[in-house]
């Protein structure tokens, strides 16, 4: 689990769904999260509401006035999707797309796995 949430109201969330939530449940939620952080402008802000409803379809009562800032939201979300899908217990083979391992992706773009990582820092997302 990663624990350099920049909002901690989300590591709080990732923490509820790891616990709590079924199997379907965090698959259907790694996948609305991973459209939500297409759809972030990094300089916009966001409710907590908002960002938890389009990933759970559920609003919180909890945290009702905190804001994020679109950039931190997407940094954020990209370890949460991380998180459940490693709590999920992901299989490739599950996968309605190809999955390619780091090894794979720097010989398909010609980069070292140095590269991918530093992609994958700089906000490439990916599942575990």
């Excluded at 940094?75 to 599950?94: G, K, P």
Aim: glycine share 2%.
């Amino acid at each position: 689990m990663h624990s350099h949430y920049k909002c901690p109201v989300l590591s709080h969330l990732r923490d509820q769904q790891v616990r709590f939530a079924p199997w379907e449940r965090k698959v259907e939620q790694v996948n609305r999260a991973e459209r939500l952080i297409d759809e972030l402008d990094a300089v916009r802000t966001y409710t907590f509401e908002y960002i938890c409803y389009r990933v759970t379809k559920y609003r919180p009562r909890s945290f009702p006035r905190t804001k994020l800032r679109g950039a931190d939201a997407r940094h954020d979300l990209r370890l949460f999707i991380e998180d459940l899908s490693d709590a999920a217990n992901l299989q490739a083979t599950e996968a309605d797309e190809p999955v390619l391992t780091v090894a794979e992706l720097s010989k398909q773009f010609h980069v070292s796995t140095k590269t991918i990582s530093r992609w994958r820092r700089q906000g490439l997302v990916s599942r575990r």
